[in-house]
């Protein structure tokens, strides 16, 4: 149990061990079909990450089908080569990826399920064919899959609306026009789109069990990530509301509350996607100490919080109020979701996978934001 005079290893190993104990998320299904080299892979590693398509490689589904996933990663994803313009292969490779839509259904169990079909065409075709038409139709209402045309490679976004219109004349869906990587012309660099509008949108439309899988993987759309870390603060502080209510003789109030603070800062980590491995957590913890000195980092952090909630001050025996509670994990979560969002803006891909970058830049990040009183 954490106590007024616990240190920051003793409340960095509660941490860790309630970090592993955050419940893995199910994994969202989505399959990337489309023509051969219209930038499936290009998106999927865009939105993913890297460590999708590099660790991710390989496990034939069927001869045209192969699923990547990755165990750090909440979502798989089912890449299917490219739909051939040789008639004979388009049958099979449409008839296999409708196989395996009713094989996950057949399981009778909704995480199995393909919960979307990502269909890419490239903006720079001069046409969208009939059979291409027919199998988008198919799959939204036969299969009753939500399907999304996107339109890959959109540097020429005039030239592409003419073919967005055929298509969703032809198929009652509007296309979405993305540009999955920069692309570089002679009259300068055009910058990449479109990809958190899919992700929006995708995310809509899908169960709600797998929205947050979805929200969890990806790594374009970071107002997404954000609200649900809300969510997930404003959870806690009903469970914090709660614990305020069931003293504990001798333990300070404030104090019954960490643990349902720690797991909220565990699962909002997991929302971003970084590693937390044991130093990440102590130096998490430790910026929450401040500078009060690490050997009571219990009492630390609760004064620390309650410098920022106006009007509170200090509590007198650690008592407090369930208002007080929610108060505090609130600024907490905050505090959490303000430093998170400053280092999320700043990493590239590769950074991810630092956990000592991560570790440092987020306990930089916790104490500039907490020592400004004014956390929204
Ligand atoms: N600049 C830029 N290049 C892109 C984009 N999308 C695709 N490309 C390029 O187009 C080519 C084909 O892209 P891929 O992502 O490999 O296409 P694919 O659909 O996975 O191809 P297959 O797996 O062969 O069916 C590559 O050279 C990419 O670099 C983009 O959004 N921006
Ligand atoms: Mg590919």
Known sequence: MITENSGVPEIASTVYEEVKKV????????????????????????IFGSRMTDTGIGKPVTDNIQMLSDDRIPVKIYDTVGL???????????????????????????????????????????RFEDFEADFVRELKSKYRVPVFVILTQCYAKKKAAELANYIEEATAIKPTAI???DYETDAGIIPAYGLDALIEKTTASIPELMRDSLITAQRINLELKIDLAKKIVAQTQVAAAAAGFAP??????????????ISMIARITKVFGFPFDKAAVTAIVGSFVGTSGATVAGRAIVSNLLKCIPGVGTIAGGAISAATAAALTGVM???????????????????????????????????????????K
Request: glycine fraction near 10%; proline fraction near 2%.
């Open 179 to 181: 540009l999955a990587e």
């Open 248 to 261: 504990v003789p001798g333990v300070s109030d404030a104090l019954l509350i960490i643990p349902a603070q």
């Open 84 to 126: 051939e313009l040789d008639a004979g292969k388009q049958v099979k490779s449409t008839d296999d990826i409708c196989g395996l839509i009713e094989k996950k259904r057949e399981t009778g169990k909704g995480e199995e399920y393909i919960h979307a079909v990502w269909y890419c065409v490239n903006s720079g075709s001069k």
């Open 333 to 375: 979560g905050s505090a959490y979701i303000a430093a998170v969002r400053a280092m999320y803006e700043t990493l590239s891909d590769g950074d991810f996978e630092n956990s000592g970058l991560i570790a440092k830049t987020l306990a930089d990040n916790i104490k500039i934001v907490m020592s400004k009183a004014d956390i």
């Open 23 to 46: 419940k893995v998320m199910p994994k969202v299904n989505i399959i990337v079909t489309g023509k051969t080299g219209v930038g499936k892979s290009t998106m999927i590693n865009a």
